[in-house]
């Protein structure tokens, strides 16, 4: 951004903020971003470094770092959204703040305290609502995203009890998807009108949903279950959606393993007609034919998954792991149903994000404080960027998907 | 959790019991260097559930004010065992139980920072 142009926009940012009252634009220092005026965004991203609350913004056709972002309050089990021009991104903190800034002039743009403990976010179909999804106090909340003004707080009380909600995800006509952690419920909220949410609600799906996804055509929703072994589905594209269960005691008789960490099931696994599963308390990935919802494979793996996800076209499934194993990434092929390969990128590997058409995955070492770019065909280190403590990359493509 | 494990139960409890009354003179504490892995480990490992400034998240906040009044041996023992029916496991393959002392001992009076040098 220009000099003069940032001198033109402050004030209306500023009146912004005080026509909100609840946000704020904090008074950072100037943007130190390497970008050069009438860039484009499609190829930026985000890198959340989670102890320093600070955003790392990166070029992924260059494979470089551009700059910081800083000020962003507690980024543990931090995630992003994108606005559909990829420039804006929307960032989830743990401690429940909601930050919009702008991958282009590294500045935030507006900033709000929605919660006191959040978990994510999601962006609607249109681009015009951005919503949080709270462990306390629990529930969702919608935003108006171009201002972050509140549009509506839908609270997820059942029987008299707030209950987490996990697993959001945007589905098709400003509708919204969640799982009630505690209440073993979904929830579906329609914002086709978002001052009057319409909300459906799906009882008894199974004890403990953890997380959730959206296949990448918006048609089937899966929740992970804690509490039970399975998880549940329920597919939006039937006159009547039920919840039903697949995968029913896929580890029957067997001593569960204990879990370290919880698997994340958003950043889809579908490839062509099967969608890969982490299972919990297994060291195994689950394959699941999409048209029968049968398991039709199991593959062992080197720990408990936390991220199984596919290669955007779909030919391999890359994994990472809870502690103690998560210096190890391994990689699936699809047609086989084999590892390929183990890599060992850094220590504590928390999260994977491809390059738009899966030539490249960057793979973030929250103990080597760095962020490692690997071909996935040769498995090559291209490149190593450093970062404080990183955990999610968020790449700017993402404006473009379902479910992310 | 098989029923064997329900029946051990009491009997861990009992050793921890008695091994956290051991920690509790200074020679039986984790040394320097694994204190600050602890402590790495606590707000990092243990902050993906209950977060890393330990205000809470899937698992319960582990804050002084949350954390002070429990019995020391029942933190302890669920550190080292889990909480069966819960998501917290147990984490005896990682730590010692001198080391989940320690931990449940630092939490009741506040967990510390962590202390590192930058790369």
């Known amino acids: 951004m220009t000099r003069s142009l940032r001198h033109l926009l402050a004030p209306l940012l500023l009146g912004t903020a005080a026509l909100l009252g609840c946000a704020a634009v904090p008074t950072t220092s100037a943007p130190a971003l390497l970008v050069p005026a009438g860039r484009g965004s499609g190829d930026l991203g985000l890198v959340i470094e989670r102890e320093s609350g600070s955003l790392g913004v990166v070029d992924t056709s260059a494979r470089q770092r551009l700059g910081t972002i800083e000020g962003l309050g507690d980024l543990s089990h931090a995630s992003v959204v994108y606005a559909r021009d990829g420039a804006q991104a929307y960032v989830f903190g743990r401690d429940g703040a909601l930050t919009m800034v702008n991958l282009l002039t590294g500045r935030i743009e507006a900033r709000v305290a929605q919660a006191s403990n959040s978990i994510g976010g999601a962006i609607s179909t249109d681009g015009s609502l951005v919503v949080a999804q709270n462990y306390q106090p629990g529930g969702i909340k919608v935003f108006d995203a171009k201002t972050l003004a509140l549009v509506a707080d839908i609270p997820a009380v059942v029987d008299g009890k707030p209950s987490r909600v996990v697993g959001l995800a945007d589905i098709p006509r400003n509708r919204f998807i969640y799982s009630l952690f505690d209440a073993g419920q979904i929830w579906i909220a329609d914002l086709a009108d978002p001052t009057k949410p319409v909300i459906t609600k799906f009882e008894n799906v199974g004890k403990q949903p953890y997380d959730a996804l959206v296949t990448p055509d918006g048609r089937n929703y899966i929740a992970g279950l804690f509490g039970e072994d399975g998880l549940v589905k329920i597919d939006l594209w039937t006159d009547q959606p039920k919840p039903e269960r697949i995968l029913p005691g896929y580890g029957r008789g067997q001593q569960a393993l204990p879990v370290f960490k919880m698997p994340h099931l958003r950043g889809w696994a579908v490839a062509g007609r099967t969608a890969w599963l982490p299972a919990v308390g297994r060291h195994e990935v689950l394959v699941v034919d999409t048209d029968t919802w049968q398991e039709v494979a199991r593959v062992p793996v080197a720990g408990q998954p936390v991220f199984v996800m596919a290669r955007p076209d779909g030919r391999q499934v890359w994994v990472n792991f809870a502690v103690p194993d998560y210096d190890t990434v391994q990689v699936i092929d699809t047609q086989t149903r084999q590892i390929v390969k183990s890599i060992k990128p850094g220590k504590a590997v928390l999260h994977m994000e491809f390059t738009p058409r899966g030539d490249a995955v960057w793979v973030s070492s929250r103990d080597d404080h760095r962020v490692s770019v690997i071909d996935t065909q040769s498995f090559d280190t291209l490149a190593v960027l450093p970062a404080k403590s990183p955990s999610g990359i968020f790449f700017s493509s993402r404006a473009a998907r379902t479910g992310f | ?119």
């Open chain 2, 1 to 119: 959790m098989p029923l064997s494990a329900w029946l051990a139960a009491p009997a861990l409890l009992l050793t921890i019991t008695a091994s956290a009354a051991q920690a509790l003179a200074p020679a039986a504490e984790p040394d320097a260097q694994r204190q600050a892995q602890l402590i790495r480990m606590v707000r990092q490992d243990c902050g993906s559930c209950h977060g890393i400034q330990l205000t809470g998240g899937l698992g319960p906040a582990l804050t002084r004010q949350t954390m002070a009044d429990i019995p020391t041996n029942s933190l302890v023992a669920t550190i080292y065992h889990g909480r069966p029916g819960t998501p917290m496991p147990g984490w005896k393959t990682m730590l010692s139980e001198t080391d989940a002392t320690w931990i449940a001992q630092q939490l009741q009076i506040g967990f510390p920072l962590e202390q590192r040098a930058r790369p």
